[in-house]
């Protein structure tokens, strides 16, 4: 099966650590998911390696649902999300920097279909994606410098 990514990144004024422990406790996570979210619900674990949640969206009218495993395969740098099921997998790279900030990439890689059809929701995936995805990167630098939870 082949695949298709996408990408965004952002730079946090933050310690990696503050925008890690965001990123891997749920409890917190979920008050920055932008509106697209409609629920985070965790179903083992809540923070860290181990954890599985339930993820459901609703970008555009189409409401889509996945059961995420959270593993940390660089603890402290790398988190990874996935749903076996449907084929997901997300990706937190975070990568500290001299003076106490940090970069973020967040990567999420979805299953090609074929032909025409695919090549249009792999566009206009790629694009609502992202976007969200920027949102909720802003919405992350908001809480962890104003501690203001943000649902934009």
Known sequence: MSFYEVAVEHRFPVSSDRVYNLIVDMDEHRRILPKEFESLEVLAGGKGEGTVFRLTMNVMGSRTTLVMNL??????????????????????????????????????????????????????TSTMIRSIYKRELKNMEQYLTAGVAARK
């Not at 900030?101 to 249009?120: D, E, H, M, Y």
């Open 71 to 124: 593993t940390e395969p660089e603890p402290g740098r790398l988190v990874q999300e996935q749903d076996k099921n449907a084929g997901i997998t997300t990706i937190w790279r975070l990568i500290p920097e001299a003076g106490g900030g940090c970069s973020l990439r967040l990567t999420s890689r979805f299953p090609r279909k074929p032909g025409p059809a695919g090549w249009v929701e792999r566009l206009a």
